[in-house]
């Protein structure tokens, strides 16, 4: 049974430039939660993909935008690289289905993105 | 929007002593309560998870803890041992399938 795969591993990019990541949700998960780890602070929510939409954001600007495709993989985007965008991403997966069963999100390895 | 704060940063403790780890959270709705232990280059692992119609939660050495009034929850480490050092995170949100609000983390570290 596969867990949560990211790719890549790691990244480096320049200011300005545009960057994609890339997330295999664990078998049977049908909803992925994609996650930006600073050095030293607590994952911050990004946004989420369900049934191939966006269902709910944080507090990020629209240079993040992601993608879930029919397979339930997802892909987050970030378009016009700045220096503070360099942190870890993390791609989280969990099922939607049962209302009270279902509660865990279950975390990929991370991107580590550094920006120059 | 929900605000978890956690306490302390960093926790020094010898090997065999009990480890308590708090936070704070600020949305009443809030009903889901989980706690990731997070190794050096590793993913986030959770390791026990509370929801607001439980006051405890056991699970062998790891326990968790949830004053919905005081809007607090609190992870226990009885009998640390080395393998116990990571930074421990605890989130907050209204569903466990909907976005996690995390504290900052907090460093535990066991001396053998």
């Known amino acids: 049974d596969a867990g949560v795969t990211q790719s890549p591993t790691h990244l480096i990019k320049t200011r300005g430039q545009q960057v994609t990541l890339r997330c295999s949700p664990k078998?049977?998960?049908?909803?992925v939660s994609w996650y930006q780890q600073a050095l030293g602070q607590g994952p911050q929510f990004i946004f989420q993909?369900?049934?191939?939409?966006?269902?709910q954001r944080g507090n990020f600007p629209d240079r993040f935008s992601g993608h879930q495709f029919p397979n339930y993989s997802s892909e987050l985007n970030v378009n016009a690289l700045l220096l503070g965008d360099s942190a870890l991403y993390l791609c989280?997966?969990?099922?939607?289905?049962?209302?009270?069963?279902?509660?865990?999100?279950?975390f990929g390895p991370g991107t580590r993105l550094t920006v120059t | 929007g929900e605000n978890v704060e956690q306490h302390p940063s960093t926790l020094s403790v010898q090997e065999g002593d009990s480890a308590v780890i708090k936070c704070t959270y600020s949305?009443?709705?809030?009903?889901?309560f989980p706690w990731y232990k997070q190794e050096l280059g590793k993913r986030p692992q959770l390791i026990i998870d509370?929801?607001?119609?439980?006051g405890e939660k056991k699970d062998q050495r790891i326990a968790v803890t949830l004053n919905k009034t005081a809007k607090h929850f609190s992870l226990h480490i009885t009998e640390t041992q080395p393998e116990d050092s990571a930074v421990y995170f605890c989130a907050a949100s209204r569903s466990g399938r909907r976005a996690l609000t995390f504290g900052s983390g907090t460093r535990l570290q066991v001396q053998p």
């Open positions: 989280a997966s969990s099922l939607a289905g049962l209302a009270d069963l279902t509660y865990e999100q279950y």
């Open positions: 509370i929801r607001s119609n439980v």
């Open positions: 949305d009443s709705a809030s009903n889901y």
């Open positions: 078998s049977g998960h049908d909803t």
């Open positions: 993909y369900y049934e191939e939409e966006e269902r």
